[in-house]
C-alpha cells in the first residue's frame, strides 16, 4: 500500500504504519552518503607537499620546537601512494561546516573590498610551480584563503588570509594563533611573498570571532624546509622515515600502509585532552 497522502495513512492497518516508519528518516542516509565518500578518488595532487599537510599536529619538526606534520604521511604523498581516506561521518560535516564559514566570510571580505577605492580582496590564492619560485623549489602545492592588500599614497600593504572554525570549548582557549596555524602560515607567506599572515577564527556555537597576526619568522620556514629536505632524502632512497605514530593515526589516509600500533585506551585519552587543547 502507498502511504503518500493523510487518507493513505487513515485506510492503512497498524502492521502498515509500522513498517512505513521504519523508511521515514534521514540521518542514516546522510551517514551512507559520508561514509561512501571515503570511496572517493582523493582529490589532492600527490608528488607535492601541502601547507596543511605540513602545518599539521600529528608531526614535529627535526628539532622538536613546531608541529610539522608527520613525515610519513607528507612522504607517501610525495612518492605518489595513492590514499585511502578514513573520515568518520561526523569529523567530515564538521569539516564541511567549516567550509561553510570560510564562503561566508570571504564573501563579508568580498563586500568590504568593494567599498573601498584603495583595498582588494581575493580569494582562494593557488600556488605551485607554475607561479612561485619558493613552491617549486619545494615541491609544495597549497590554496590559503584570501590575501588583502591596500594601495593608496600612504600605504602599501599585503597580507594572507587563513580562517579556522572551531567549537567555543577552544575557542575560549585561544591567546595567540595555534603553533601549527602559525607553521601553516609561514608556508603561505614563503610561496605568496607575504610579511603578515591573518589567523581568523570562528565559534561555531556563537560567532565570535578572534584574529591574530603571524609576522614571518625565517627561523620556523628552516624549519619546515628543513622537514621537507629530510621528506625528499628518503624518498630518493626509497625509504620510509621514522613513523611519528600518535591518536591522529585512527583516521589518517595512510594507515593502511604506513599500519601504525595500535594505542591503548589511557594513550588515547591523554591523547585526545592532548588534541583538544588547539584542534579545530
Same mark, same amino acid.
Given at each position: 500500500?502507498?502511504?503518500?497522502?493523510?487518507?493513505?495513512?487513515?485506510?492503512?492497518?497498524?502492521?502498515?504504519?509500522?513498517?512505513?516508519?521504519?523508511?521515514?528518516?534521514?540521518? %542514516?542516509?546522510?551517514?551512507?552518503?559520508?561514509? #561512501?565518500?571515503?570511496?572517493?578518488?582523493?582529490?589532492?595532487?600527490? *608528488?607535492? @607537499?601541502?601547507?596543511?599537510?605540513?602545518?599539521?599536529? /600529528?608531526?614535529?619538526?627535526?628539532?622538536?620546537?613546531?608541529?610539522?606534520?608527520?613525515?610519513?604521511?607528507?612522504?607517501?604523498?610525495?612518492?605518489?601512494?595513492?590514499?585511502?581516506?578514513?573520515?568518520?561521518?561526523?569529523?567530515?560535516?564538521? @569539516?564541511?561546516?567549516?567550509?561553510?564559514?570560510?564562503?561566508?566570510?570571504?564573501?563579508?571580505?568580498?563586500?568590504?573590498?568593494?567599498?573601498?577605492?584603495?583595498?582588494?580582496?581575493?580569494?582562494?590564492?593557488? @600556488?605551485?610551480?607554475?607561479? &612561485?619560485?619558493?613552491?617549486?623549489?619545494?615541491?609544495?602545492?597549497?590554496?590559503?584563503? *584570501?590575501?588583502?592588500?591596500? /594601495?593608496?599614497? #600612504?600605504?602599501?600593504?599585503?597580507? *594572507?588570509?587563513? =580562517?579556522?572554525?572551531?567549537? &567555543?570549548?577552544? @575557542?575560549?582557549?585561544?591567546?595567540?594563533?595555534?603553533?601549527?596555524?602559525?607553521?601553516?602560515?609561514?608556508?603561505?607567506?614563503?610561496?605568496?611573498?607575504? %610579511? $603578515?599572515?591573518?589567523?581568523?577564527?570562528?565559534?561555531?556555537? #556563537?560567532?565570535?570571532?578572534?584574529?591574530?597576526?603571524?609576522?614571518?619568522?625565517?627561523?620556523?620556514? /628552516?624549519? =619546515?624546509?628543513?622537514?621537507? #629536505?629530510?621528506?625528499?632524502?628518503?624518498?630518493?632512497?626509497?625509504?620510509? %622515515?621514522?613513523?611519528?605514530? *600518535? $591518536?591522529?593515526?585512527?583516521?589518517?589516509?595512510?594507515?593502511?600502509?604506513?599500519?601504525?600500533?595500535?594505542?591503548?585506551?589511557?594513550?588515547?585519552?591523554?591523547?585526545?585532552?592532548?588534541?583538544?587543547?588547539?584542534?579545530?
Amino acid at each position: 500500500m502507498k502511504l503518500t497522502t493523510i487518507e493513505d495513512l487513515q485506510n492503512a492497518d497498524a502492521e502498515t504504519v509500522r513498517d512505513a516508519l521504519t523508511h521515514v528518516q534521514f540521518i %542514516p542516509k546522510i551517514e551512507a552518503h559520508l561514509e #561512501d565518500l571515503n570511496l572517493e578518488p582523493h582529490s589532492k595532487r600527490l *608528488g607535492v @607537499f601541502s601547507a596543511s599537510d605540513l602545518g599539521n599536529k /600529528d608531526g614535529q619538526s627535526l628539532c622538536k620546537r613546531y608541529p610539522i606534520g608527520c613525515a610519513r604521511k607528507l612522504y607517501y604523498r610525495y612518492v605518489g601512494v595513492t590514499p585511502q581516506d578514513r573520515v568518520p561521518p561526523r569529523l567530515r560535516r564538521i @569539516f564541511d561546516t567549516g567550509s561553510h564559514v570560510h564562503l561566508q566570510l570571504q564573501g563579508y571580505l568580498h563586500k568590504a573590498a568593494e567599498e573601498s577605492e584603495v583595498e582588494i580582496f581575493a580569494d582562494e590564492i593557488e @600556488f605551485n610551480e607554475n607561479n &612561485s619560485e619558493m613552491a617549486d623549489r619545494y615541491d609544495i602545492e597549497s590554496t590559503t584563503d *584570501g590575501v588583502w592588500r591596500i /594601495d593608496s599614497p #600612504d600605504l602599501g600593504l599585503k597580507y *594572507g588570509l587563513e =580562517i579556522k572554525s572551531m567549537k &567555543s570549548e577552544l @575557542f575560549a582557549q585561544l591567546s595567540r594563533a595555534d603553533a601549527s596555524h602559525v607553521v601553516q602560515s609561514h608556508v603561505y607567506m614563503a610561496c605568496l611573498d607575504l %610579511p $603578515f599572515m591573518v589567523v581568523l577564527y570562528y565559534s561555531k556555537n #556563537d560567532s565570535n570571532m578572534a584574529e591574530f597576526v603571524v609576522q614571518y619568522d625565517q627561523k620556523v620556514w /628552516d624549519a =619546515i624546509t628543513k622537514k621537507i #629536505d629530510y621528506v625528499r632524502e628518503h624518498a630518493l632512497e626509497e625509504t620510509e %622515515p621514522k613513523r611519528e605514530a *600518535g $591518536f591522529h593515526c585512527r583516521t589518517c589516509r595512510y594507515a593502511f600502509i604506513c599500519k601504525p600500533p595500535k594505542t591503548s585506551s589511557t594513550k588515547m585519552r591523554r591523547a585526545k585532552r592532548k588534541f583538544g587543547k588547539g584542534g579545530r
